[in-house]
């Protein structure tokens, strides 16, 4: 499976503020997926990031407030805009992959912590 | 949307116990997968199912895709200490491609010394 990489590992951020992170994958991928999780909880998909496109966002999830870039088949951005402490979770992207290309493989995830 | 409700919540178990975990929804699902999730860490994928009725091995660990598509069990035999940590389930539903995920709420497993 693919080698992912986030940067940074965490990070604690004032209120009002925003955070880009960023997900580099060791090869070419199609699928890229940036999903939240929130402290205790399971994983919410916030968007797929699509290659030379808008990226595909989730019912609750606004490009506002999580812009995201896909510039190749190997590394993605997820900003989070005007942070609030509600916005304090773990941040991972997962890359598809697999036999089927069905399978998803994550990155150690970015723990953001909003003051 | 959909929602996979995973039990048990969480497990308090001895090391060498056998455990047992499922995970049901409301609606089919064409894949399932089984996460298991370090503190700290991302999920890393243990097992994936594909079709109804599979019975899956990866060493301690057997997984079943539910005949009825809608529901999944893992099974660990034997466990060690290093088994600790949150095991997810995920499901890709067939009405949007076949690569979202849906996630299980999640079953929290501990040994007890």
């Known amino acids: 499976s693919a080698v992912i990489s986030q940067k940074p590992s965490r990070d604690i951020c004032q209120r009002g503020t925003s955070l880009t992170i960023q997900c580099q994958v060791d090869?070419?991928?199609?699928?890229m997926f940036w999903y939240r999780q929130q402290p205790g909880q399971s994983l919410t998909l916030i968007a797929t990031?699509?290659?030379?496109?808008?990226?595909?966002?989730e019912s609750g999830f606004v490009i506002d407030k999580f812009p995201i870039s896909r510039p190749n088949l190997t590394f993605s951005t997820l900003t989070v805009s005007n942070m609030s402490p509600e916005d304090s979770s773990i941040y991972l992207c997962s890359v598809g992959g697999g036999a089927t290309y069905n399978e998803q493989f994550f990155g150690p995830g970015t723990r953001l912590t909003v003051l | 949307g959909q929602q996979l409700n995973q039990s048990p919540q969480s497990m308090f178990i001895q090391e060498g116990e056998d455990v047992s975990m499922n995970c049901t929804s409301s609606?089919?699902?064409?894949?399932w997968l089984w996460y298991k999730q370090d503190p700290g860490e991302g999920p890393v994928l243990l097992i994936a199912?594909?079709?109804?009725?599979e019975l899956t091995s990866n060493g301690r660990l057997t997984a079943q895709f539910g005949i009825t598509r809608k529901d999944s069990f893992l099974n660990i035999s034997a466990s060690i200490p290093s088994d600790v940590g949150i095991y997810f389930c995920?499901?890709?539903?067939?009405?949007?491609?076949?690569?979202?995920?849906?996630f299980g709420t999640g079953t929290r497993l501990t040994i007890i010394p």
């Open positions: 609606s089919i699902f064409n894949t």
């Open positions: 090869s070419q991928v199609t699928m």
């Open positions: 199912l594909y079709k109804a009725g």
């Open positions: 990031a699509n290659q030379g496109s808008e990226a595909t966002y």
């Open positions: 995920a499901g890709q539903p067939p009405f949007f491609g076949n690569e979202k995920l849906t």
